[in-house]
Structures are given as C-alpha cells and as structure tokens.
T-cell receptor, first 112, second 116 residues
C-alpha cells in the first residue's frame, strides 16, 4: 500500500522568506511523487513531479523538491516566498497502481 | 478552454434525494478519475476509468454511488439516497497513458455537494 504524510496542516512565512513544506511517503515499490497546488476556487494544478530521473526536481513558480529515498521524503521548497504563493499544497504518490494517493494538504500563509 | 469541466459546480439537495454529476475530460485523455474532498482533507480516490472500463473502485464508494463512462468520453457520478455525510467537493481528473500513473492529473474545478 502507498501513503503520504504531510507534516503541518498550516505553515506561515513572511514574504521573502524560505518556504519548506514537508512530505513523507510510504511505498512498497519505487514511487512516483508529485506536488500539486490548489488556489481558492480553482482546481488542483501540478507543481512538479519525480519519476525516477534526477532526484532534485524543479517545478513552476520557482518551487523545487528533492527526492530522498533514505528518508522517504519529498519536501517542497522555494527560496523566497511571494504573496501569490498563498494556497494549499498537496503531496501525492503513485506507483504500481494507477491511482494517485494524496496527502491531507498544507495551507501556506504568506505575511507581508 | 479545453480543460476538464464539471457540472454542476454547486448542488444543494435534501437528504434522501438522488444527485448526478457530470465530468467532461480533456478529449484525448483515456483515463478519468473521481475523487472526493472534504474540508481540511486531501482528495480521496473514489474510482477510475480506462476508456469506458471502470477498473478500480474505492471502499469509500458505497452501493449508493455509481459511476459510468459509457463511450469512453464524459463520465457521470450518481449518488442515490443522499446522506449529510455525502456533503463534499467531488473532483474529476483526467490523464493519458498506460501502466503506472507517472504523469500529471488534470483536474476540473469540482462539484460541491451540500446535503441538508
């Protein structure tokens, strides 16, 4: 079975500060990992994905994530937060199964 | 716009009534998924189709729920005898490919159900 745990349901940062959203996964097969973002009243959009190529993955809007097999982690980072980054972020995993399993989400607040 | 569209966007119904949601995926996508999302939670998998075949259903999908994708294009999700616990956002997503899902899911904006 596969699962995802996102540490922290809410994260608050100041504009210009580092963003770090944590995700740990569990998978019995090599995982495919994703980060999605959901802005208010919009559908989920893919930020980035890891599919067994480079362990450091770059996504849209300056976000990146690093796959660490030894730590079963796939944390999302951005060096400098912008007000427009305020949203809910979901880590997700798929593997031998077709379905994608999502974490509970982390809501990011950005303070001026 | 040729993204995933869902209809209706909002539905308010009384307990015990039946409701149906429709999803139109991106036209060239052969896979279609239904998820349910409640406040403060991530999307929970309900079911998915490969073309017109329903290949997996979650245990969350009780016998009051039925989904179809009759011609491998649009899909419907029907909930019979709605209960207050069915209140949620119902999300549809589509993708293309075969084998494990390594690609992006394209989501619609969801259909919000409120059961009174």
């Amino acid at each position: 079975a596969q699962s995802v745990t996102q540490l922290g349901s809410h994260v608050s940062v100041s504009e210009g500060a580092l963003v770090l959203l944590r995700c740990n996964y569990s998978s019995s097969v090599p995982p495919y990992l994703f980060w999605y973002v959901q802005y208010p009243n919009q559908g989920l959009q893919l930020l980035l994905k890891y599919t067994s190529a480079a362990t450091l993955v770059k996504g849209i809007n300056g976000f990146e994530a690093e796959f660490k097999k030894s730590e079963t982690s796939f944390h999302l980072t951005k060096p400098s937060a912008h007000m427009s980054d305020a949203a809910e972020y979901f880590c997700a995993v798929s593997g031998s199964k077709i379905k994608t399993i999502f974490g509970a989400g982390t809501r990011l607040f950005v303070k001026a | 716009d040729t993204g995933v569209s869902q209809d209706p966007r909002h539905k308010i119904t009384k307990r015990g009534q039946n409701v149906t949601f429709r999803c139109d995926p991106i036209s060239e996508h052969n896979r279609l998924y239904w998820y349910r999302q409640t406040l403060g939670q991530g999307p929970e998998f309900l079911t998915y189709f490969q073309n017109e075949a329903q290949l997996e259903k979650s245990r969350l999908l009780s016998d009051r729920f039925s989904a179809e994708r009759p011609k491998g294009s649009f899909s419907t999700l029907e909930i019979q005898r709605t209960e207050q616990g069915d209140s949620a956002m119902y999300l549809c997503a589509s993708s293309s490919g075969t084998g494990p899902n390594t690609g992006e899911l394209f989501f619609g904006e969801g259909s919000r159900l409120t059961v009174l």
